[in-house]
């Protein structure tokens, strides 16, 4: 059993140095011309012919840094996973190709990759062996060979002045460092293995970032929907609901004095009918907050004036958005916008406020201003806080200037496609 | 007096159906859809059409589109529009061609019955009929102005009652007075805002709701 284990380390040893070997040779034989190759066919680019010398020679770059991966994750159990981003359809146009390539930092993180690997590599790919080798020329070599001829190389031995302690240490000290290095040896290859992971891995700190972002917002988000359906929930049996009870109450009732108390019952339909009409009113108050119809009806942009013309103030609205936006990132816009422009009625004591929407890019960019006494802090806020997670559930953004005196200016976007244009009605309104 | 009716809940239709036919409307026909309402508008010309904001196919201001395209096609078609929420940004785009015989109402007010007949006689009379809470929104955007806060409150009530449309006949019988007193009050209001006084009721309102921005 235990002599079955030391064979095993010994094999495995063994394997090891020849597969630093191997890696230590190829680090250089391969690593030096697959360097040139690629430098120089990136450099041709602008002659012409680097275009389609570039995919080739990075292709068998991305081979390269590939079989790295493979005995990285086999040889050291290191994953290694690929970085590359997806190929393409139409690849097969040589400048697509190219652009595809040279615009994957994963590319350029493998370039620097071969060019570290070349001393790193081979130092450590050479050190398993080394260390063996050594340890087994101090055991049966040094000691013997020293008396014979004059033995030049090594830093330990041969200790021949020393006499038999000279004789002795040698092979001690080889058998100790043979012994270790068997062992070590899949540690080294796996430091290697390590140097490897860093470079030609997914960028690790990126992703990582972004994992923890969208945890981050998506917990909020979540969280948030959740208080939204919870107080839907209670303004639904609390309002409408309870007063559509108090009607059927009411109508059931009137039916039975119809016939005996026709005035009484008369009086109690009046007061179904008005109880009916706050129940809408209810209602209506809650369907404008979920999504408001004229959202639904006229999109953004129609919201938006139906918006500013139903405020105390003068807004001037400019919208220039060609095509609609998904219902969700529209809903957001929305809603960010009219929690701002309720801001500015509440706090600003502006005279006047304007609204700026416009889509760029990939981006809606929308600007909300008002000529009041500013001073507003989006950290203090819950409102400006709550358009800040509804925005950053889509990836959006909110900043906002506003120096004491005034004026305040908000800036928010979102990272949205739009779809074909909608043909609305024109209309004189602004 | 020959309605046209659109509104895609049946519902609703019926009820609006049976509501007018007992009223003495003729109801010529009924759709549900923003396609056949046009239709409807162009070949029949009614006297009054009464028709919901959002229909079929898209369920969104289909209905407001049909009506004003075919007043487009028939100037002055009287059009009552109804919807579950009013909006300024709607009330001005059917009042924008300043031919009156236009309504816009929530639908919550067909339950006051006499007054919501008495609403589509007016429209198709070529009068307006202005929901109260699109008015109370617009009196309180032009609160602040200076004209508006010389008006005395009862005369701001009189005034609100104008922009909904209605005769100095009607305004005298919402507010419990005479129209004699009524008559006085408009007088006091359009002088005090520089209006051209006017008998016929109709102009009356135009000259209102031109004021406030709306017309």
């Not at chain 2, 919901?52 to 100037?75: I, N, S």
């Not at chain 2, 009652?161 to 004699?180: D, P």
């Amino acid at each position: 059993m235990d002599g079955d284990r030391r064979a095993e380390i010994a094999r495995v040893g063994l394997v090891t140095c020849l597969r630093g070997l191997v890696q230590a040779v190829l680090a250089l034989a391969v690593g030096i011309p697959l360097f040139v190759m690629t430098v120089l066919s990136i450099a041709f680019i602008p002659l012409g012919v680097g275009v389609f010398l570039a995919p080739a020679s990075l292709s068998a770059l991305r081979s390269f840094a590939n079989i790295q991966r493979m005995w990285a994750a086999e040889w050291s159990g290191v994953p290694v996973p690929l970085p590359y981003r997806p190929e393409p359809a139409n690849a097969h146009n040589p400048f697509r190709r190219l652009w595809w390539m040279l615009s994957d930092p994963a590319t350029w993180r493998d370039l620097l990759w071969l060019v570290v690997n070349m001393p790193v590599g081979l130092a450590l790919g050479l050190l398993p062996a080394c260390l063996l080798v050594y340890g087994v020329e101090g055991m049966f070599v040094a000691p013997w060979l020293g008396q014979i001829t004059a033995y030049g190389w090594g830093p330990f031995w041969p200790l021949e002045a020393w006499g038999i302690v000279g004789v002795v240490a040698p092979v001690a000290l080889g058998a100790l460092l043979t012994a270790v290095s068997l062992p070590v040896g899949p540690w080294i290859l796996k430091g290697h293995a390590l140097v490897a992971q860093a470079l030609l891995s997914p960028a690790r700190t990126a992703l990582a970032e972004r994992v923890r972002e969208l945890t981050e917002t998506r917990t909020e988000t979540v969280d948030a929907s959740a208080a939204e359906l919870r107080r839907i929930e209670r303004d639904l049996h609390d309002g409408a609901q309870a007063r559509l009870v108090a009607l059927s109450m009411n109508i059931g009732l009137a039916e039975q004095l119809m016939k005996q108390d026709p005035e009484a019952a008369q009086e109690l339909l009046a007061e179904a009918r008005s109880a009916s009409g706050q129940a809408l009113t209810e209602l209506r108050d809650l369907v404008r907050g979920i999504h408001p119809p004229v959202l639904a009806e006229r999109g953004l942009d129609g919201a938006v004036r139906a918006l500013a013309l139903s405020l105390p103030l003068p807004v001037e609205v400019g919208v220039d958005v060609p095509g609609r936006a998904e219902a969700p990132v529209e809903s957001a816009a929305y809603f960010a916008v009219a929690e701002m422009l309720a801001n500015v009625v509440k706090h600003s004591g502006a005279g006047r406020a304007w609204v700026r929407i416009e889509h760029t890019g990939d981006r809606l960019r929308m600007i909300v201003g008002d000529d009041g006494a500013g001073g507003a802090d989006p950290a203090s806020g819950s409102g400006m806080r709550g358009i800040e997670r509804r925005l950053a559930a889509f990836d959006g953004t909110m900043a906002v200037t506003s120096p004491s005196g005034g004026p305040t200016v908000v800036t928010m976007e979102l990272p949205c496609a739009l779809s074909s244009p909608k043909t609305s009605p024109s209309s004189g309104t602004g | 007096m020959r309605v046209v009716i659109a509104e895609d809940l049946a519902l609703l239709r019926d009820g609006l159906i049976r509501l007018l036919q007992a009223f003495g409307f003729e109801v010529v026909e009924a759709v549900d859809n923003g396609p056949s309402l046009l239709r409807a508008l162009t070949t029949h010309r009614p006297d009054v059409a009464v028709v919901d904001v959002r229909l079929p196919p898209t369920f969104t201001d289909e209905g407001l589109r049909a009506a004003l395209e075919a007043r487009k096609q028939v100037p002055g078609l009287p059009v009552l529009v109804l919807s579950q929420h009013v909006e300024q940004l709607y009330a001005r785009e059917l009042l924008s061609d300043s031919t009156g015989g236009i309504g816009y109402l929530l639908k919550d007010r067909v339950s006051d019955v006499s007054q919501f007949v008495d609403a589509v006689r007016r429209v198709a009379d070529g009068g307006t009929a202005l929901d109260p809470d699109v008015v109370a929104q617009l009196l309180t955007r032009h609160a602040r102005e200076e004209p508006l806060q010389r008006l005395t409150p009862r005369e701001r009530e009189v005034l609100g009652l104008m922009a909904e449309g209605r005769s100095n006949a009607a305004i005298a019988s919402a507010m419990f007075v005479t129209e004699k007193a009524v008559s006085k009050h408009t007088n006091n209001i359009f002088s005090k805002l520089g209006l051209p006084p006017s008998e016929d009721d109709n102009r009356r309102v135009l000259a209102v709701l031109t004021y406030l921005g709306m017309a």
